[in-house]
């Protein structure tokens, strides 16, 4: 996908890693995906998913703040933009919950860049989407995050991992984007089966002076054979 999006971009100023980025939680999981990321690797931020370890995950990103098993979050700037990471994570559990103590540094950090247009990621989805399995580990507080996002007019999109595939909508008046997998794709509803057979994506944010647009970009199907057991 990075080669692919090398390719097709003019350039890539940040890549947001969305969560569950190991399948086994193991500290050489991540050092390799840190080798994968390349030149990439040193604008890389990381979210933890409900699959990760966060411990394991800052040691192979020395630039995440705080230590062990602390919530990972982020906040930085790139051309006139504001972006804000929150960790959803409950450790042991398929749900995601933000919690009071990381709503609350939320708000502040709104409010401290109330002058930038911003885009929120997140882990977990905060809205329904339409599949029963994934909408069973959805994000529990998403109500109380739409409560600070409604107080903060300048957050343009939110963007969440988790679900294996590309999804728009909106919490309250703000657009959510749902990611692709890098790896496996799940369908839109059961009826569709266990697994969509679209090749692997990411999502591709273009944010500009004129706003946001948002794009999803995909191995092409000649490029990608998926395994059948």
């Known amino acids: ?54 411990a394991a995950l800052r040691a192979a990103f020395p630039s995440i703040p705080g230590d ?26 398929n749900t995601g919950r933000i919690g009071a103590p990381q709503l609350a540094w939320l708000r502040d950090m709104l409010a401290a860049h109330a ?9 977990h989805a905060p809205i329904a989407t339409g599949h029963p399995y994934m909408d069973s580990m959805g994000l529990l507080d998403a109500e109380a995050l739409a ?37 496996f794709q799940f369908p839109a509803c059961p009826d569709e089966g266990d697994f969509d057979l679209r090749p692997p994506g990411c999502r591709v944010l273009h944010l500009s002076p004129d706003g946001l647009r948002t794009q999803v970009l995909r191995l092409p199907l000649l490029e990608y054979v998926p395994h059948r057991s």
């Open 115 to 123: 002058d930038r247009p911003t885009v929120v990621f997140v882990h």
């Open 68 to 93: 062990g098993a602390a919530s990972v979050r982020f906040v930085t700037q790139l051309e006139g933009w504001c972006l804000l990471g929150l960790d959803s994570q409950i450790t042991g559990e």
């Open 1 to 54: 996908m990075l080669e692919l999006a090398r390719e097709r971009l003019p350039a890539i100023d940040r890549v947001v890693l969305t969560g569950d980025l190991a399948h086994d939680e193991h500290p050489t999981t991540y050092v390799a995906l840190r080798s994968l990321l390349g030149r990439d690797g040193d604008n890389a931020l990381a979210l933890p998913g409900n699959h990760d370890d966060r």
């Open 147 to 183: 409560e600070v996002l409604a107080e903060a007019p300048q957050v343009r999109a939110l963007c969440n991992g988790h679900i294996h595939r590309d999804l728009e909508g909106t919490l309250g008046a703000v657009p959510v984007y749902g990611a692709p997998s890098t790896a």
